[in-house]
Nanobody, 124 residues
Framework: QVQLVESGGGSVQAGGSLSLSCAASGRSFSSSAMGWFRQAPGKEREFVAAINWNSGWTDYADSVKGRCTISRDSAKNTVYLQMNSLKPEDTAVYYC?????????????????WGQGTQVTVSS
């Protein structure tokens, strides 16, 4: 059974930083792409970043480019999202996702497995 467990969310002031983690288990992810998405109240789930587990290829939404870094630790089967210079509009529930294919994708419907989400709140 595939499990994705996020951690690291919390409350910070604008300009601060947070590091999210996603511990993956239940299958091999060596040929998978992993992604981070977020969903604010009343809004659709949106793409944040993606990484190919094997090659390390990454992709970012324009809204977070230059402020966020996605990375993975194969030994720990964990994907990270380092978020810097946070803004109030970054406030959302952040979800980790995995897809069976190695190519990263920006649509939520392209991902097969999801975590339960972790809340990030940025105050002004």
């Amino acid at each position: 059974q595939v499990q994705l467990v996020e951690s690291g969310g919390g409350s910070v002031q604008a300009g601060g930083s947070l590091s999210l983690s996603c511990a993956a288990s239940g299958r091999s992810f060596s040929s998978s792409a992993m992604g981070w998405f977020r969903q604010a109240p009343g809004k659709e789930r949106e793409f944040v970043a993606a990484i190919n587990w094997n090659s390390g290829w990454t992709d970012y939404a324009d809204s977070v480019k230059g402020r966020c870094t996605i990375s993975r630790d194969s030994a720990k089967n964990t994907v990270y999202l380092q978020m810097n210079s946070l803004k109030p509009e970054d406030t959302a529930v952040y979800y980790c996702a995995a897809r069976k294919w190695p190519l990263g994708a920006t649509e939520a419907t392209d991902y097969d497995y999801w975590g339960q989400g972790t809340q990030v709140t940025v105050s002004s």
